[in-house]
């Protein structure tokens, strides 16, 4: 399946570091979302786009910033993170957001925080 | 808000049926949808229900009852590859978006 992509799949960062994860989709969808699955937790919405306008900030906090440049791409800015921040990081996209729409995940990227 | 419960664990045979329950209750309900989930690997889609009823996909069926804030996931003539967590998600009807149960991890054996 290579409809959604994630890279990198997987990243140990320090707590000062800087890095961004990278999600890109290629089923001509316009609703993106970033999700957080930690251990044995339901899976978390943390941000929305739809038609590359962000809809949702689901009280992220500001250490993690989205970026929707288009439709296909999304990205997740990661600055000064904690260890509790550590947990599988998943991208999805569905055709728009309204209506029964099916998501469609990505690899996700597997974060390690120091 | 959203509440979704599920078992966290079931174990069956191979061959045999499996039934994962999931209940919701939420303040508006657009359908709900089963995705599967192997160890590190992405969710992938399985079902949806918006109406009551059982809908049939092969060896995986998904009942719904909106009145009973019910669903339920049955998986027949279980493989060893079935092993997997099991994610049910109720789409809400205010904004569309999904709310996701913390999933059942279901182990297949021999």
């Known amino acids: 399946e290579t409809g959604v992509t994630q890279t990198p799949r997987h990243l140990v960062m320090g707590m000062t570091n800087k890095k961004s994860l990278k999600c890109e989709q290629h089923l001509g969808h316009n609703a993106m979302y970033w999700y957080k699955q930690s251990a044995k937790k339901p899976l978390e919405l943390m941000f929305v786009y739809n038609f590359k306008e962000q809809t949702e900030n689901n009280s992220v906090p500001s250490r993690f910033s989205p970026e929707c440049p288009n439709s296909s791409h999304l990205f997740l800015h990661l600055h000064t993170l904690q260890p509790e921040d550590s947990a599988l990081y998943l991208c999805?996209?569905?055709?728009?957001?309204?209506?029964?729409?099916?998501?469609?995940f990505g690899p996700g990227t597997r974060l390690l925080v120091l | 808000g959203q509440n979704i419960d599920q078992p966290t664990e079931m174990t069956a045979t191979e061959g045999a049926i499996v039934q994962i329950n999931c209940t919701y209750q939420t303040s508006g309900f657009n359908g709900l949808f089963w995705y599967q989930q192997h160890a590190g690997e992405a969710p992938t889609f399985l079902s949806y229900?918006?109406?009551?009823g059982l809908e049939e996909k092969g060896r995986f069926s998904s009942f719904l009852s909106r009145s009973k804030g019910y669903s339920y996931l049955l998986l027949k003539e279980l493989q060893m590859k079935d092993s997997a967590s099991y994610l049910c998600a109720v789409s809400r009807s205010n904004d569309y978006k999904l709310s996701f149960g913390a999933g059942t991890t279901v182990t297949v054996r021999a």
């Open positions: 999805a996209s569905s055709q728009a957001l309204g209506g029964v729409e099916t998501q469609y």
């Open positions: 229900n918006v109406l009551d």
